[in-house]
């Protein structure tokens, strides 16, 4: 099992900035990506930023340029994605969920973290 611990949500205003955290523990030695959706109230979630083992990131359009996905992956006991957030926009409002993939022969299994609560607004 992969445990995910977020951190960083909050009330923002325009234009201001925020970072999000998320920790992964547990069998993490098969884990390969990590990323962020996020899901706004009547939408469906959808994947904001997503940054692989190897370096490769990958953005929503409507995010690029104002944030960016980092991933530390110095130890296997536990590793941290963080998405630094700028120029946010109140359409940035949502619930933000951590996502990690771990492969474990046969499956690539994704995990998911409860979810952390920006609010954009003045």
């Known amino acids: 099992q992969v445990q995910l611990v977020e951190s960083g949500g909050g009330l923002v205003q325009p234009g201001g900035s925020l970072r999000l955290s998320c920790v992964a523990s547990?069998?993490?030695?098969?884990?390969?990506?990590m990323g962020w959706f996020r899901q706004a109230p009547g939408k469906q979630r959808e994947l904001v930023a997503l940054?692989?083992?190897?370096?490769?990131?990958?953005?929503?359009d409507s995010v690029k340029g104002r944030f960016t996905i980092s991933m530390n992956n110095a130890n296997n006991a536990n590793k941290t994605v963080y998405l630094q957030m700028n120029s946010l926009k109140p359409e940035d409002t949502a619930v933000y969920y951590c996502?990690?993939?771990?492969?474990?022969?046969?499956?690539?299994?994704?995990?998911w973290g409860k979810g952390t609560l920006v609010t954009v607004s003045s």
């Open positions: 940054a692989t083992s190897g370096g490769n990131t990958n953005y929503l």
């Open positions: 996502n990690a993939m771990v492969w474990s022969s046969p499956r690539d299994t994704p995990y």
């Open positions: 547990g069998n993490i030695l098969g884990l390969h990506a």
